[in-house]
């Protein structure tokens, strides 16, 4: 099976690291990878704050980059959202929405294409540690996935997983939510963290870098020390002596 | 004023037709719904089973129910009432005496609504302790009564006083609203017209306005009791 | 006073709130507690069916219903005048207070009693029945805690005083009414209805919201808990019921549908204790129950969503569902809006009904997170108002910056183009170096100030992805 990696602008600057993690979890379960050099970025930032003739433009780059790939698979609920609404920005052009229609179709989020289209839940990843999992509100209520990660982490030998409470309350990222609305994201995250630290978890996972970003700039800043880990860190992992 | 009136209106629709973008329109040709959950709700349920699911949900709403069959709601009725000297109000209802109340009621002090005494009636629902009315049709879903309000059946009279017990007959019951919203729908079809009020009650007043904290007993009716007839 | 909450910017509201611990706690304890309540009567509830189709069964009705809506309040209105209503449609809420102060005029009425209603909270009904020599008495237990407490506003569409605590109330009552009982909830309420019961005896007009009207026989549904509103229509002779002109259903079995959306994802109730609906009878000869009736049907601004990309927000039935999972409510309160509509639904409709100029900044307030759009009963794409409003805002209706206008023509160029990307990615690490400590940016300027207040942000990273995977290509073909 074919897949080319969509890194994400916010991947390839801060975490690279998760990218190669996500290409060696897909190698081992057979996929072929590769990673269209035209990639830039999936166009949230200037969407989200009401500049879509600029979003169309990364838009575009994004389906020239990928419309010849089999399936585009993204360590990023959110991004994989964004291209699946690709099609809305091109109402009044036929050509290009249906270019984007295609690209939309095909891209998948991380987690979500491997219990889905590959049919895999058992990795064969072990990681000890006591962890509590952030569940981000694109994947669950745009992208519809609310499963996949859970589904994956059972799995994960010596990892234990205690439930966050108000998960489903939103971190407060929100792309240029956070330096737009400051104030109020600052007491979003806080809040977040607060309840991450009262599960007593070493570790938070989570499937999105951006809201990563915002809860591990958090922790560090209350000092409590709690690891921010992507779920494909986690899914890569083998510890000592486990195969 | 009996005759109503209607003013601004066709400026008023004119423009919402215009921002629509097309002409008004004088008629419409409505599809069928497709989406229509309401049906299966308690789909089939016989009498019985209704009265269990009604039972159930009377416990979300602080109200409690009594069984009883036609010859001993007497009794019932007066197990209901533990203050012995505090009036009771009750609508022209005729079935108060087809269902062989009248001798009960007249050991209490009963105010039985008569519009030819006009204010008076009021003034005797508020200084009442109890009010008693019969359920038209009885809501299994949410522990709901419901009263078609005329000049009879007034609407104090499950109001006014501070405690409301409702006479509900078994067959009265229904699945849901939805049974009853279809009846008065049909209704309103066939040209008949609606009740001034219809009124569906479920359990006493109540108000969550103070941090959120369940006060029950606010402007209508403390504490209300269901007496459910089993062979009506 | 009108749709609109205080004068201050809105950032220094923001403050104001986030300040307001009392306030946030009542909130945010206020949402955890409404969530399970809905849960169970929605999602959870097996025997209801599945949820999702009965939001489907509400969206369908009201987007029928908004496409048909002037056939609708004909119908409506043909309906309440041939009961012997009187049916008066206002553009402006000017003309809804005049036609409502003539009225009130005519019967020389000096107490108006009032069951909670956002709309007439809209019009600023209130201050033209003072103006025409009423006294207004608010029934609703918490309209008449914020109109006993010096006309506070409200800060929830549902529970209006929901940012008062208990104390406060006791405080407000023994100052302003000599009450001299405790803060337990039930004297507080006892007290309340012991005030009011003359008051509703005695007051000429009676005035209600409308939660529904029901076209095809006239009728006005109210959906209370506290018995207030049916008190309000029982016993003075004039009813007067104002309503947006899009709260309508087309028949009563559509009402079936409606009412129960309303009442469980508003309070978490299968029904709420009382659903009431009235129907004009003037000519039947009963004691109790108004034999006059009026019906003000209230544009107000709602026909600039007609045949919008908004018009779904019409579709709003005010349960207050979105503003109960807002996690920015839950951190800002309900006055930080600015408007008596507050939370995603607020943020939506402000803007269409007051306008850029005032309420532009609302739409922004919003972290695009859709548990607003997961949770409306009638399936309203919030967020994606949201979205459609910034996109107006920054096309010139509003006032976006050019600072901002300039980084997203950027952006797009950047994003757009695959050279300028990784130049831009490339030089990330060497652009931000003289700021990062440890691997962290602990003091952002520009842009990142707002966020580094309350956290740190990472370096970029050192090391470069498509070289790695280049080599790992590479290696991969030479292990072939």
């Known amino acids: 099976m074919k897949v080319s990696l969509f890194i994400t602008c916010l991947g390839e600057i801060f975490y690279p690291n998760v990218g190669k993690d996500v290409v060696e979890i897909l190698e081992r379960e057979g996929c072929d990878i590769d990673f269209p050099a035209g990639q830039t970025c999936c166009g949230q930032p200037a969407y989200n704050s009401g500049y879509k003739e600029d979003a169309a433009k990364a838009a575009k780059q994004m ?132 309840h991450v630290e009262e599960t007593d978890a070493d570790i938070l996972i989570g499937a999105d870098n951006a809201c990563l970003m915002n809860i591990k700039g958090r922790i560090d800043r209350r000092g409590k020390p709690i690891e921010v880990m992507h779920i494909a860190q986690i899914l890569n992992h083998r510890e000592e002596g486990e195969a | 004023m009996t005759e109503g009136t209607i003013h601004h209106r066709d400026t008023f629709l004119n423009n919402i037709a215009e921002k629509l973008g097309r002409e008004r329109k004088l008629s419409v040709d409505r599809p069928l719904r497709q989406n229509q959950p309401q049906w299966a709700v308690y789909e089939g349920y016989t009498q019985d089973d ?6 159930k949900a009377c416990e979300a709403i602080h109200t409690d129910v009594r069984e009883t069959d036609a010859a001993s709601l007497t009794q019932a009725i007066e197990d209901v009432i533990t203050e012995k000297d505090g009036s009771i109000v009750i609508p022209k209802d005729p079935r108060f005496s087809s269902f062989g109340l009248e001798g009960m009621l007249a050991r209490h002090n009963v105010h039985v609504w008569d519009v030819s005494l006009g204010q008076e009636n009021i003034k005797r629902a508020e200084k009442a302790i109890y009010g ?47 049974q009853l919203t279809r009846d008065i729908h049909e209704r309103v079809k066939a040209g008949e017209k609606v009740p001034t009020c219809v009124n569906l009650i479920s359990g006493p007043s109540n108000s969550a306005d103070i941090e959120m904290n369940l006060v029950v007993g606010v402007h209508g009716p403390v504490k209300a009791e269901y007496i459910v007839v089993t062979d009506l | 006073m009108g749709m609109k909450i205080g004068n ?86 000017e003309e809804a207070n005049k036609y409502i102060q003539e009225v009130v005029g005519r019967k020389k009425a000096k107490n108006v009693v009032k069951a909670k209603s956002m709309v007439t909270e ?3 009904l209130n201050e033209a029945l003072e103006e025409a020599g009423c006294h207004v008495h608010e029934t609703d237990l918490a309209e008449y805690i914020l109109q006993i407490d010096d006309h506070d506003r409200p800060s929830h569409i549902v529970v209006p005083s929901l940012h008062k605590n208990k104390e406060q109330i006791r405080d407000a009552f023994r100052d302003k009414l000599g009450y001299e009982k405790t803060d337990k909830p039930e004297e507080l309420a006892g ?32 959906v209370t808990n506290e018995g207030n509103a049916n008190m309000v229509t029982t016993f003075p002779e004039t009813q007067i019921s104002v309503m947006g002109m899009e709260r309508i259903v087309p028949t009563w079995e559509d009402l079936d549908v409606l009412v129960n959306l309303l ?13 009431t609906a009235l129907t004009p009878g003037v000519k039947e000869d009963s004691v109790d129950g108004p034999k006059d009736f009026h019906l003000v049907i209230v544009d107000g601004g709602r026909s600039n969503a007609l045949g919008t990309e908004f018009q779904s927000a019409l579709h709003c039935i005010r349960c207050g569902a979105c503003v109960n999972v807002c996690p920015i409510y839950r951190h800002i309160g309900g006055h930080a809006y600015g408007s008596i509509y507050q939370g995603p639904i607020g943020a939506v409709l402000s803007p269409i009904l007051g306008g850029y100029e005032e309420y532009g900044e609302l739409p922004y307030a919003s972290s695009l997170c859709a548990a607003c759009t997961e949770t409306c009963p009638v399936k309203i794409p919030l967020h994606e108002h949201l979205i459609k409003h910034r996109q107006n805002y920054v096309a010139g209706q509003g006032r976006s910056k050019a600072s901002e206008r300039i980084a997203m023509k950027a952006f797009g160029i950047g994003a757009g183009s695959p050279s300028l990307f990784q130049m831009a990615a490339k030089s990330a690490p060497f652009v931000t170096k003289p700021f990062v400590k440890d691997d962290k940016i602990p003091k952002g300027l520009g842009p990142l100030k707002q966020w580094t207040e309350t956290r740190d942000f990472p370096a970029p990273s050192k090391s470069n992805f498509r070289k790695w995977f280049e080599g790992h290509t590479k290696k991969g073909e030479a292990n072939d």
Request: proline share 3%.
């Open chain 1, 63 to 194: 389906i020239r980059s990928f419309e010849d790939s089999e399936y585009v698979v993204t360590p990023s609920g959110s991004c994989a959202a964004m291209v699946r609404e690709y099609p809305g920005l091109f109402e009044e052009n036929t050509v290009w929405h249906n270019r984007a229609e295609k690209v939309a179709a095909k891209t998948f989020e991380l987690t979500q294409f491997i219990v889905n289209v590959l049919r895999k839940e058992d990795l064969g990843a072990s990681y000890n540690a006591r962890a509590t999992y952030h569940t981000s509100c694109h994947m669950t209520r745009l992208l519809g996935e609310k499963e996949a990660p859970f589904k994956l982490l059972k799995h994960v030998k010596g990892l234990e997983l205690i439930p966050l409470s108000n998960s489903y309350d939103c971190c407060g990222f929100g792309g240029t939510f956070a330096v737009k609305m400051g104030p109020i994201s600052g007491q979003m995250v806080d809040e977040k963290v607060r």
């Open chain 2, 50 to 55: 209704l009265l269990a699911v009604f039972k």
């Open chain 2, 132 to 178: 008693i009315t019969f359920s038209e049709k009885t809501l299994a879903e949410s522990g709901t009564v419901v009263q078609y309000n005329d000049k009879d059946m007034a609407r104090s009279i499950s109001l006014l006083p501070e405690n409301y017990i409702a006479i509900i007959p078994k067959s009265s019951l229904v699945p849901r609203m939805s």
């Open chain 3, 8 to 93: 201050h910017p809105f950032f220094d509201r923001v403050d104001e709130g986030i300040n307001n611990s009392f306030m946030r706690h009542a909130v945010s304890s206020a949402q955890d507690r409404l969530r399970g309540k809905k849960l169970n009567v929605t999602v959870n509830d097996q025997d209801l069916g599945d949820w999702e189709e009965w939001r489907s069964a509400g969206e369908e009705i009201r987007r029928h219903t908004l496409e048909n809506l002037d056939f609708y309040l004909g119908q409506l209105s043909d309906a309440v005048a041939e009961r012997g209503g009187h049916v008066f449609f206002a553009e402006t809420a």
């Open chain 3, 122 to 124: 809209e019009i600023g």
């Open chain 3, 191 to 222: 007290f309340a209805r012991e005030q009011l019961r003359q008051v509703f005896l005695d007051a000429e007009v009676g005035i209600t919201g409308c939660n529904f009207a029901v076209a095809e026989s006239g009728s006005v549904a109210l």
């Open chain 3, 263 to 275: 009442c469980r994802s508003s309070v978490g109730q299968k029904m709420t204790s009382y659903i």
